[in-house]
């Protein structure tokens, strides 16, 4: 039996969309009421039939105030079939966060199966779209390559066989049982480039990687920012099979556990100091410096005269907050106008074409005119500070001053936030996605996959992809092409529960136990991290609060646009929250402390990061096989040893997968928001998500702590 949760409950919260009219938030408290004594998903069912109504009408008028009834409704359907729970009192509707303590009779696994079937509800759903069901179709569907019949199911190990080779190699094995599996086991690591076909299928690595991308339990959404996608695979078995999945994608922004981590943080300096771990000249001169680099990385020359940019005083700064508050004003009128210049969005433009003439008028649009003086703001009121403590003939008494005076603490915030931007932007990636596929999941397959992530293969990939690339927020500030390191150090990820153990618990090959590895890989737990999430918020809900953006607004005014702001997806659902008049994230907050992982990619990368010590000597990250060689003797060869473990992946078939995916599409077909004539939603009753039948792959119980971008 697993152990109890020790979660700390947040307890129910008041829903109450004050945009609503009285009447509107009483249909919402009376459905409530009906749905009282039925499963999770029968009230969802019920709110999808009420959003569906509000909306079905043709009719204009009211429009505005029936999409605020119909995004309200389909808040509530996505939280029901999350599992919340949702109550009444006299007046409201109450709302409280499914629990992850386990029920009465459940161990903590049976608590993150009971979440995880309300997660995969959209998912199932999004399986059943027309588009996806045909992509899978044709995956699965036999073709002649090179003189044999292939699909995807050419790439899945076959488990009985499997078993039966490591029951045989074990058994045959004199001196290092080991060494015989890596013989049956050598992952190698493999970028699925756009166009890069497999060898032995004919089918291109994008789409197999999308294929297994869809056996998670979570929606597969695309990420903004870099992203970059990897195929584990067996080079010892025939035709490669794929062992497990990955993607790096770019780092979260704001992730207070791993800024700790790495020193990025204003305590650490102090106690570093006072450790005597450095040296206060080189802080001093550190720290100043980042503040004068980003400086010059800004393009100024329409903004301040040179003098300003040298020996900043408060004027300097009144100037900038009013060039950028008529940027701001200038911006809203563009985006009214809808005749921006087809430069101010470049996703589809390649980068590598334009000039440094071309950055120049990007970055003399009204959006990034006002970052560039935004930005200048507080960098030119940190230089100011820290000169007046005369950082430039006495470092070390200036940054002592400076630490204890809050002026100062917050010029050293400004400045280690300059260096956090430039590391974090090209020498950090999130683990956004990670695991094993059938059958090697039931070889912990995971810890491989998240081992392999940190090997030197995938880190020479990374830097191939992105070595040359142009930076584009940074090339529009600069008005000129810039490109950063793309040296990767750090990989860091958040698991999707706060419980219970994951691929990422106690993940460590040391040098010391393994002396062939060049360098340490181990995934060390940071401090568990709060915040919020959208992984709650389905596609349906999002598309209703554009359409009601737009019928407020006149427009759209959330976009994709590069520089605009950070994830459109959840900026999209603040709006719609607002919208509605719920002006906090208060349905956004995790009910659960999410636990943080960290990797550094080779011994003191993290001191590299933050640049207080001299640079490492030794920065070679262990290869592939190294690992490999490590994880078989540490993790893989006392599992297989264990009872039942070689029969139980003996019974895995080739087409279990297949088999599973059409399971869930049935699924999302009856789950799915299909409009009947008189707009209802023709859906079945069934019962409770809490009383569902197991429906979940084995892959996703085996590699549970799966994530999207966004859930961070």
């Known amino acids: 039996m697993g152990s109890k949760s020790n979660i700390k409950k947040t307890g129910p919260q008041e829903f109450f969309p004050s945009a609503l009219s009285g009447a509107d938030r009483d249909r919402i408290r009376q459905i409530v009421v009906e749905t009282a004594n039925s499963g999770n998903e029968v009230r969802a069912s019920s709110f999808r039939a009420a959003s569906e109504t509000a909306v079905a009408v043709e009719a204009d008028e009211d429009r505005t105030e029936r999409l605020r009834f119909a995004v309200a409704c389909s808040i509530l359907a996505d939280l029901s079939e999350q599992g919340w729970k949702l109550e009444t009192n006299d007046h409201h509707v109450l709302v409280e966060a499914a629990s992850f303590d386990p029920m009465d009779g459940e161990t903590i696994d049976h608590a993150k199966r009971r979440i995880r079937m309300g997660l995969q509800m959209a998912s199932n759903r999004q399986l059943a779209q027309d588009s ?16 044999r019949q292939v699909s995807i199911t050419t790439l899945i190990d076959d488990g009985k066989e499997l078993s039966r080779e490591i029951s045989e190699a074990l058994q045959n094995a004199i001196d290092s049982p080991a060494e015989a599996l890596g013989r049956i086991i050598r992952p190698v690591v493999q970028e699925c480039a756009s166009d890069e076909r497999c060898k032995y299928t004919g089918l291109r690595l994008q789409d197999v990687w999308r294929y297994f991308r869809y056996t998670w339990s979570l929606e597969y959404n695309p990420l903004p920012g870099r992203t970059q996608r990897f195929l584990i695979r067996n080079a010892a078995r025939k035709s490669r099979p794929v062992i497990g999945i990955a993607m790096l994608a770019s780092p979260t922004a704001n992730l207070a556990s791993r800024d700790n981590w790495i020193g990025w943080q204003i305590d650490q300096v102090c106690h570093s100091l006072m450790e005597g771990s450095v040296e206060p000249r080189l802080v001093a001169r550190r720290l100043y410096n980042s503040l004068k680099e980003a400086v010059a990385e800004i393009r100024s020359d329409d903004l301040l005269a040179l003098d300003d940019l040298e020996n900043p005083s408060f004027e300097t700064v009144l100037k900038l907050e009013r060039i950028a508050a008529q940027a701001a004003a200038q911006r809203r009128i563009d985006l009214e106008g809808e005749q921006q210049s087809h430069l101010v969005d470049i996703r589809n433009v390649d980068k590598e074409s334009l000039t440094d003439e071309g950055w120049f008028e990007l970055s003399n649009t009204a959006l990034f005119k006002k970052k560039r003086a935004e930005q200048l703001v507080p960098l030119l009121r940190a230089i100011e500070t820290l000169q007046g403590y005369g950082i430039r003939r006495e470092p070390v008494t200036a940054i002592y001053r400076a630490l204890v005076e809050k002026p100062g603490q917050e010029a050293i915030r400004v400045a280690l ?79 999707l529960y706060g419980v219970g153990g994951n691929q990422y618990s106690g993940l460590a090959l040391r040098q010391s136990k393994f002396p062939e590895l060049a360098s340490d890989v181990i995934w060390k737990k940071l401090r568990s991290g709060s915040g919020v999430s959208i992984t709650h918020v389905s596609d349906l809900t999002v598309d209703l609060m554009r359409q009601l953006g737009i019928a407020v607004y006149g427009r759209r005014r959330i976009n994709s646009v590069f520089g605009e702001g950070s994830s459109p997806r959840m900026r999209q659902v603040r709006e719609g929250l607002n919208l509605i008049g719920i002006n906090d994230d208060s349905l956004l907050k995790q009910s659960h402390g999410r636990k943080v992982y960290g990797c550094e990619l080779f011994n003191g990368a993290r001191d590299e990061m933050l640049g207080f010590s001299r640079r490492t000597r030794n920065r070679t990250s262990s290869s592939i096989r190294q690992i490999s060689i490590g994880w078989i003797e540490r993790y893989l060869t006392p599992w297989v040893r264990r009872e039942g473990k070689l029969e139980a992946l003996a019974k895995r078939s080739k087409d279990e997968i297949e088999i599973d995916l059409k399971g869930r599409i049935a699924e999302g077909d009856r789950t799915s928001f299909q409009p009947s004539k008189n707009g209802a939603s023709a859906r079945s009753s069934t019962a409770s998500i809490s009383a569902a039948s197991n429906g979940l792959t084995s892959s996703e119980l085996d590699s549970a702590d799966l994530i999207d971008s966004s859930t961070t």
Do not use: H, W
């Open 132 to 147: 996806v069901r045909e992509f899978l179709r044709n995956m699965e569907r036999e073709r002649e390559f090179k003189g």
């Open 417 to 495: 936030n300059e260096i956090k931007k430039r590391r974090l932007a090209t020498e950090v990636a999130d683990l956004a996605v990670c695991g094993a596929v059938a059958p090697y999941n039931a070889l912990l397959g995971g810890k491989l996959v998240a081992l392999a992530m940190s090997s030197r293969e995938a880190r020479n990939l990374y830097k191939k992809r992105y070595g040359d690339q142009v930076s584009e927020i940074a090339s529009q500030i600069a008005g000129k092409a810039v490109v950063r390191s793309s040296d990767l150090k750090l990989i860091t990820t958040t698991s």
